[in-house]
């Protein structure tokens, strides 16, 4: 069954939301028209709890955008976002959601946070997502949304370490790009691990 994963196509990603992505609201009519392409459609929400340790707000003196050790792994620290039941949360306006068979939200847990669709960035809990696709029959995965450099990039290499053929779609994702280039390493890696990168 062919198969589209979107990842995170969120208020608070999109221009003027919290954790802004550039052009982020430009894969939006990319998107809707990938979807009539595809046979099942599954989709990712990052969903925080107010308290998330991710965010820069919750440790004192602390700025979005530094790194820190959280729980014993290297968290890089994010302006409030995607807070659960509230508008940043949401899914961006004019997404065709009519068509998404599930979604998975991911990023609960305030000690870790969540870049994968499939795990923690601990690998310590399964989303179930894996699991699920698996029942289904899924065998390959199309993948666009945000953050190319983050959600997206980690998705990818845990769908390939899960044993899935992928498909990045790139004309459909864009990258926060923290650092120059960051946004091509992620792509770079991505193809090294299997993924086949169409534009
Ligand atoms: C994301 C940073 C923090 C993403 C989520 O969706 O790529 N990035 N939370
Ligand atoms: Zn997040």
Known sequence: ???LLLIDIQNDFMPGGALAVSGGDKIIPLVNALIPQFELI????DWHPAEHGSFAANHAGKSPFEPIDLDGLPQTLWPVHCVQNTGGALFAPGLDTRRIDRVFTKGMNPRIDSYS?????GHRASTGMGEWLK????IELSIAGVATDYCVK???????????RVNLIASAC??????????????????????????
């Open 42 to 45: 599954v989709a990712t929400q």
């Open 1 to 3: 069954m062919k198969t």
């Open 174 to 199: 864009r990258g926060v790009n923290l650092q120059l280039g960051d946004v091509d390493r992620a792509l770079a890696e991505m193809q090294a691990a299997g993924a086949v990168i169409q534009s």
């Open 135 to 138: 029942v289904q029959g899924i």
């Open 117 to 121: 669709g499939f795990y923690d960035n």
């Open 154 to 164: 980690f998705t990818v290499l845990d769908a390939l370490k899960e044993g899935f």
